[in-house]
């Protein structure tokens, strides 16, 4: 049967419904190449139509999955603080559908930040019990060593925790550089276990989660990209 235009536009984020019967009537809004001026008139769309709002196409989704290069510099929060908020690099109308993101990556931090409006989607991904396995490319203040790698992977005590954290995979990339797989969300988990073997962490960047990366993905910093059901699968959701 459908559903009315103006609403199937409100619930991309286009706008509140008043604004977006306005958009419509002064036709402003299209499905797959045809303009719409009726809000009321009942529009049936499948996954991936094409509506298009002042000129600018965007594929329809009934949930949204979003995967963002974030550069340093940002904080993941919709009211920042002390620095620019990451949604500025998504477009408004992805905030105002109340994407969030899916975990955290700490404002002088940076790589693969993951966005939904699903909620099993961010459960899934952020629940402990999970164990989704991260990889970090970390480079540190003091020269990396066999030592310290052989003690990230049996296990580390961080400070106010009752038992060992320890890492799933963790190989030196250069003197001062490692890449380094967890499978926890502890607070500033990465930099804690760093200095935990006596050293510091000086830049970290997130460059895989599951077995879904960076590379594969293939966005430049301060870039995003829409996921697709096999990106979901490489985190290991299946809706």
Known sequence: MGEPFYKILHSQGFGSRKECIQMIRHGRCAVDGAVITDPEGAVSLSEGAILTVDGVSWPYVQRLYVALNK????????????????????PPHFMRRG???????????????????????????????????????VTTEAP??????????????LRGEAELCR???????????????????????????????????????????????LERLGILEGQWTYLTAEHLRDVGYVK
């Open 99 to 137: 994407v969030q993101p899916v975990g955290r990556l700490d404002w002088d931090s940076r790589g693969l930040l993951l966005f939904s409006d699903d909620g099993a989607f961010i459960h899934y991904l952020t629940s402990p019990k999970k164990h989704i396995p991260k990889t970090y490319r």
């Open 167 to 213: 890492a799933l995979g963790c190989t030196i990339c250069g003197d001062f550089q490692i890449e380094l797989v967890v499978d926890e969300g502890k607070y500033h988990q990465v930099k804690r276990m760093l200095a935990a073997v006596g050293n510091r962490c000086t830049e970290l960047e997130r460059v895989q989660i599951g077995s879904l990366s």
């Open 144 to 157: 990396c060593t066999d030592r310290m790698v052989r003690d990230l992977l049996q296990g580390v005590l």
């Open 71 to 90: 550069p340093a510099g940002y904080e993941c929060s919709r009211a920042p603080t002390h620095h620019d908020s990451v949604f500025e690099l998504l």
